[in-house]
């Protein structure tokens, strides 16, 4: 299992605010827009914006940053045997699959298993 990505996480009320700053700064268009319920998303350079009303927001803000992951299977079991708890279980997601986990230090973390067409696309960088 390995690391293929990090995200800072930026809170935003809407993407129309966020993103043409974070365009000049990063020099790159969005990787990924999409709408998971009630909430939009885009992830540039290493930014995750995560838009929306509050309240939507407050759903997902116990995790300090999304991590992109080779394999979310051998991810749970490293997890596991380091005394992680996983906080909101396997879920299926636009761009693949993902879970939470509070570390035994008390942090807390989204891990993410993209799809192979994003994992080319956006670690690899094959048209």
């Keep these: 299992m390995a690391i293929l990505k990090t995200y800072a996480r930026l809170w935003a009320d809407g993407l129309d ?14 990787d990924l827009l999409f709408r998971f319920h009630e909430i939009e998303l885009a992830a540039i350079g290493d930014f995750l914006v995560i838009a929306g009303p509050p309240s939507e927001r407050a759903k997902y803000a116990h995790a ?20 992680a708890v996983v906080t909101t279980p396997e879920t299926a997601a636009p761009t693949g699959r993902f879970l939470y986990a509070r570390h035994a230090d008390g942090a807390e973390v989204e891990y993410v298993e993209w799809v192979p067409e994003l994992v080319r696309r956006i ?3 094959e048209p």
């Excluded at 300090?64 to 005394?83: M, Y």
């Design 17 to 30: 605010h966020s993103l043409p700053l974070l365009r000049t700064l990063t020099g790159a268009e969005p």
């Design 64 to 83: 300090s940053a999304t991590v992109v992951v080779s394999d979310l299977d051998e991810l749970s079991e490293a997890l596991e045997a380091a005394g």
């Design 123 to 125: 670690v690899h960088r």
